[in-house]
C-alpha cells in the first residue's frame, strides 16, 4: 500500500528502460514486432500498453508509465519515419525509383500500381462511350466505393474490438 493506503496494482515490465528501448528502436524505423521481440515481450503486450495509455489520455490521466509510453512512441515513430523518408529522397536525387517507391506510399491512390493499371483500363474502357453510359458508370463505380466503406468500416470496429479485448486481458 502506498499514498495514503492506495494499492498500486501490480507491477508492470513497462520500466524507463523499456521505454527508452522502444524510443531508440522506432527512432531506427524498426518495426514494433522487432521491438518487442528484441525485449523479449510479444508484440501484443506493448499493444496492449498502448491502448491502456489512449484510455487513460481519454480520462485525463497524465503522470503514468502508460502516458509516458504513448508521448515516447508518437514522438519517436514520426522521427524514425521522417529519418526512413528522408534517406529515401535523398537516394531519389540519384535514382527516380526511390521517388517512384514514395510516391506509391503516400499517393498510392494516385500512383500505386494499381491506380495506374486501373487509370489505363479506364481510359481504354471509356473511349466512344456517350454521356449516359459515362453516368451509368459513375453511379456503378460510387456504389462500389460505398460497399467498400462500409466493409472497411465495419472491419475497423471488429479490429478495434479486439484490441479492447486485448487490452482489457493485458
Known sequence: MVDGGRDPGPAT?????VIEAIELGLEEGLPMTV?????GFRPTRITAWLSKARRQDRDGITDSPYI???NVYQAA????L??????????SNKDWKAAAWILERVAGETYGKEALERNAYDQEALEGTDSEQLRQLSDEALAEL?????TQTKMLE???A???VEASDG
Open 13 to 17: 515490465a513497462l520500466t524507463p528502460a
Open 35 to 39: 521491438i518487442s521481440q528484441s525485449l
Open 68 to 70: 509516458d509510453l504513448l
Open 77 to 80: 515513430r514520426a522521427r524514425g
Open 82 to 91: 521522417a529519418n526512413l523518408h528522408n534517406t529515401i529522397r535523398r537516394a
Open 146 to 150: 460505398e460497399d467498400k466503406l462500409h
Open 158 to 160: 471488429e479490429a478495434s
Open 162 to 164: 479486439v484490441v479492447d
